[in-house]
């Protein structure tokens, strides 16, 4: 009655740090989400100048995935214009309240093939439920913040 079921009892216990470790192996080299309040970014710019001046041609922001992640969507116009921003780290900033979304630093970001005509987005958490559909936003990169646009 009190036997102990030794080999299934170790298989489960490995099993279970084996999979706590996977666990936690995937989650340490990604930093938490951050949302924070930023000082005025320097210079604010419309979304045609950003397609001028950046070669990025904004098609959308939108709370996707149950309001956990924030897409921002874009067209590359000029590839070469757009490998400048690949070193700025992009930003999220909610009009109404300051509190900006940063893509994660290992995130796609970086990751992201600059081509002409390509269709690119890249991910947010959306920590706190920062932005919300309906609510402005603006893109913000380096010392340059793009006009608000319309959260969808």
Do not use: Y
């Not at 992009?90 to 990751?111: V, Y």
């Amino acid at each position: 009655m009190g036997r102990a079921h030794g080999p299934s009892l170790i298989a489960g216990t490995m099993f279970a740090l084996v999979v706590f470790g996977f666990g936690l192996g995937l989650t340490l080299p990604w930093t938490s989400p951050r949302v924070e309040l930023l000082p005025p970014v320097g210079e604010v710019i419309s979304t045609r100048a950003l397609e001028r001046r950046f070669g990025i041609q904004l098609t959308h922001i939108s709370v996707t995935h149950s309001g956990g992640l924030v897409e921002l969507g874009f067209v590359v116009v000029d590839a070469f214009k757009a490998r400048q921003l690949i070193d700025a780290t992009p930003r999220l900033i909610a009009d109404d309240t300051g509190w900006s979304l940063q893509a994660p630093e290992l995130g796609p970001w970086r990751n992201i093939r600059l081509q002409q005509d390509a269709a690119c987005f890249v991910l947010f958490p959306n920590a706190r439920s920062t932005v919300k559909p309906g609510a402005r936003v603006s893109l913000a990169f380096g010392g340059v913040r793009v006009e608000p646009v319309i959260v969808k």
